[in-house]
């Protein structure tokens, strides 16, 4: 009996013994492939950072602020300071070229796939498990938007099979389907954030989202996932059913006022958390504005004729002369002497690349909040669905109008008068000014139309609104008129003529970017080859939204 019990006992303490050094051994060489519990307020951080722009060991520059360096040239916020550059051509890279290997382009689906995706994905199971409702309604409230954005760019993209992570290649889904996955997302946010008990809490909220200006504010998120359904809902103007009530009902759900605007924070303390915009960054050195926004805001344009808007010298460059000119994409300086020749948008000459942060302006500085969503961006998409109803919807659409107007006059005011010209701040006078202009804001809802409205959006979001701006002027095939109008909708707006467009797009306009190249034209040749992604002109392939 002695016996077996000291060979029981020897047999257990080895076992123990060896639990102990399977422990110890776990505890200095852990899984990488464990599914480890990570705190979710140190992950959202990371993903607040791709809504801007993201830096991660493994790959850096996701999120808007690269791409929009190439879709602010497809709609003419800015052009290059020399000539015949592909984007300014309305162009896209070829899938053999030293640009697609760069993933020009690509940066969104790397947001939305990679610096996103399985972190999402964590953040919303551990949430759940953790009964953090506020973090889970955040997540899929920031994945809305994110779905959203990604198929803004790119049209079809993987849903269905997107996060399965026992895939190597995956199968591309439509349009119709991603949007809705924006409203199924979307949805999921709002109930969350409905859910305020457990172990939901704004001040712990706020450790996660501290570089986000809604911080641990739930209204405020609410509203966000809100203004992401009053856009999906407002893609499809150009079909049967487009549902401009739905439209409507989101936008008053969605950001009312300045305070309401969603921005990311940068903390200005190292270049990696700066703007990519700015000039310790520099990487914007060669753009400069274009023909269009400068005539727009200097009364150049026939929608506005002689009117000078008042907020260019905070969004736009001057010149020596003290005047605002642009250039046309693709010509470069071609037209304009010296005196008319626009600075930088850090303050420097034409002819030069660089400048600083005392004399940049806007949202070119290094550490100006970079608007996501904003409240007048709401107001010109309403003022747009009521248009669109007709009748005596007219007035509520004239009145939406003119507060986006008056949002966007205010945002600047409180947020982005850094190093404009003392004699140049807007105060109310000059705000009352412009407003009371009737060639500006009608008296008469009867007078007001479709060029009024987009073109006040154009400018409102100049610089940053860059893909939802995309998205409007593809809804209005760039050069669209009103009815039976001889006007275009958005007035003077000229793409490159047929000539000038870059050479693979066969005289047509760009109206996708083609998915990204390290991942897709690396891997997955036969999804891509079923959507038609390999044709040289595939991104001239007008997208399911803009069509009837």
């Not at 051994?25 to 809504?51: G, R, S, T």
């Not at 399965?164 to 199924?184: A, G, H, I, N, P």
């Amino acid at each position: 009996m002695k016996k077996i019990f000291y060979t029981c006992l020897l047999t257990a303490s080895a076992a123990l013994l060896l639990e102990a050094c399977t422990k110890k051994l776990e505890d200095a060489y852990p899984n990488p492939n464990a599914n480890v519990v990570q705190p979710i307020e140190l992950l959202m951080p990371n993903i607040i950072q791709n809504m801007a722009i993201s830096n991660s060991a493994n790959g850096t520059l996701y999120g808007p602020q690269n791409d929009g360096q190439y879709v602010g040239r497809y709609i003419q916020n800015w052009a290059t300071n020399t000539a015949a550059n592909q984007y300014d051509q309305m162009g896209q890279t070829t899938t053999n070229s030293t640009a697609a290997a760069a993933d020009i382009g690509g940066s969104h689906w790397a947001m939305h796939y990679y610096g996103m995706g399985q972190n999402l994905n964590k953040v919303i199971q551990w949430g759940i498990e953790q009964k953090k409702w506020d973090y889970v309604g955040v997540a899929y409230a920031i994945r809305a938007w994110s779905w959203l954005c990604v198929t803004d760019m790119h049209g079809e993209v993987i849903v269905k099979q997107a996060f399965d992570q026992e895939r190597l290649v995956f199968e591309y889904d439509s349009q119709e389907t991603v949007y809705e996955e924006v409203k199924k997302n979307a949805r999921l946010a709002l109930q969350y954030l409905d859910n305020t008990g457990d172990n939901a809490s704004p001040a712990n909220l706020e450790l996660g989202t501290q570089y986000f200006s809604y911080k641990g504010d739930v209204a405020k998120w609410k509203k966000f996932a809100n203004a992401v359904m009053a856009r999906v809902f407002h893609r499809t103007t150009n079909k049967a059913t487009y549902a401009p009530d739905s439209v409507v009902k989101y936008c008053n759900a969605a950001l009312a006022t300045n305070a309401d605007n969603a921005y990311v924070l940068f903390e200005g303390t190292s270049s990696i958390k700066m703007s990519y915009y700015g000039p310790t960054r520099g990487n914007i050195g060669t753009f400069r504005q274009t023909k269009f926004i400068a005539d727009l805001m200097s009364g150049a344009n026939t929608a506005f004729a002689g009117v000078q808007d008042p907020r260019a010298w905070y969004i736009l460059r001057e010149n020596p002369n003290g005047t605002f000119k642009g250039i046309r994409p693709g010509k470069g300086v071609e037209g304009l002497t010296a005196p008319d020749q626009p600075q930088n948008f850090w303050g420097g000459l034409y002819s030069t690349t660089t400048g600083t942060n005392n004399n940049a302006r806007y949202i070119y500085k290094d550490a100006m909040p970079w608007p996501v969503i904003t409240a007048c961006e709401i107001q010109f998409m309403k003022a747009e669905a009521l248009y669109r109803k007709g009748g005596a919807n007219k007035q509520a659409a004239l009145d939406a109008y003119k507060l986006g107007v008056s949002l966007s006059f205010d945002m600047l005011a409180n947020e982005y008068s850094a190093s404009v010209p003392a004699g140049k701040v807007i105060d109310a006078t000059i705000k009352a000014n412009y407003m009371n202009n009737t060639v500006v804001v009608p008296t008469n809802p009867a007078n007001l139309t479709l060029s009024h409205i987009m073109l006040q959006k154009y400018i409102a979001l100049f610089g940053y609104g860059l893909l939802e701006t995309w998205v409007d002027m593809r809804r209005y095939h760039y050069i669209d008129h009103e009815g039976s109008s001889l006007t275009q909708v958005y007035a003077d707006f000229a793409p490159p003529a047929p000539s000038d467009l870059f050479a693979n797009n066969n005289q047509k306009y760009i109206y996708r970017v083609r998915p990204r190249y390290n991942s897709e034209y690396l891997y997955n040749i036969d999804a891509l080859q079923i959507l038609g992604a390999l044709a040289l002109d595939y991104h001239t392939k007008e997208q399911w939204f803009s069509l009837p």
